[in-house]
């Protein structure tokens, strides 16, 4: 398996803003659903993480802005990962519109918790062995 | 004490869309703001509220739309309720901007909500004593 | 044609309150994207209708929530018109999650305003004529 | 004058998500806020800006997490820049609660747009003449 996976989105009338395009605070979402589709396309479901006591909470942010998304479009999000994960698992993103034209760069750092004790922890197995398949 | 509050709010860019006004799905958080506001001026506070295991979750929302909001525009939510809650508490909301002019009339009908049983309950006696106090 | 489209959307975590289901407020877009669904499936862009001078802001909400989408839960709206477009169009939506529950039921009442002039207008020839070929 | 402002913030119910605190992206308003009121506080109004024909996209966002913003909590966001801006601004951001705990720091940049030529241009002189009275 790839270390990434892509999964588009249509951008929604409610996204925008009156500068007439995607407000620029909507895109941590669509980074969610990159990264939600990366686990789901390695056989794990974070809604299945969270009820079995691990949650992935984001620790750091960082996005660059090279074009704007507007109302309509369908974007592709590109996620992948570069390193094995032990406490924090690092995902970065490139964004595209319908035009193949890139959108954003982006970078997130999520760390493993424990929601019982609130406290850090290791990647879990399950997860480590789907990433021990994927080629870098 | 008066049957209604007031609130103001300052729009933000994020809350536009590309119509250049305030994108109609965000008045929700406007007239949540307005009810939490009336409550903290009757002496409840919300989050307490919930941390004593009683919630209010929306089951009717109505807004009606007569003028829009703009970004950087300061409005004033004006909050009342008309009856003495039982199980359900029911909001009307006026909003008008920095001009006067109206911009939205609405209604809320909220669920009194035990968080443990998950089911519906009778409003609670202090809030019905705050509301004994009021003027209708 | 029928009357009706259906359209599905998976509900996204950013989506949900700390209720642990999805904010009430966020039904707006679920309903905003039901409609452009309902246009698309007739052949007509919503964006393209802007794009020639003539929008669609919602003038009338309601919304009747009767039990709460969650997150990852892949919703359907089911979204349909019960008479003729004049100046205003009127949409129904009913929201169901993947297990067949209904959630909501909904209505909006939209306005066809004139971007030049700002002032309403009567529904476009080419969308009557798309109404024109329904079963109702 | 100083380099920086502040600002409060109450958090809406709405903008937390199922973990029970703030949803990550929400915080890009919050810094929003932050500069507006920077530049407010300085006498420059964003509105009459874009009125002039000058806009301000963030092209550049970054946010460290280091502790979690609560609903009904009242943040503040401290915005300070360090160097005169050219075509491109750049803020510095902490996010501190009621408690006086830190919740973020970030730092966004933004460019200078003609909205006529959608193309970069330097920082407006009333801009620049009320930051050379600043004490950096």
Known sequence: MKNYSTTTIRIRYGETDQMGVVYHGNYAQFLEIGRIEWLRARGISYKSMEENGVMLPVIHLAI???????????????TSIKKTPKVKIEFDYEITNQNGEI???ANTILAF????????MMCP????????????
């Open 113 to 120: 918790i424990n929601m019982q004790t609130g406290r850090p």
């Open 64 to 78: 660059q802005y090279k074009a704007s998304a507007k109302y309509d479009d369908v974007i592709t999000v590109k």
């Open 103 to 105: 959108l954003t760069f």
């Open 125 to 136: 197995d399950y997860i480590l062995e789907k990433i021990a398949e994927m080629e870098f």
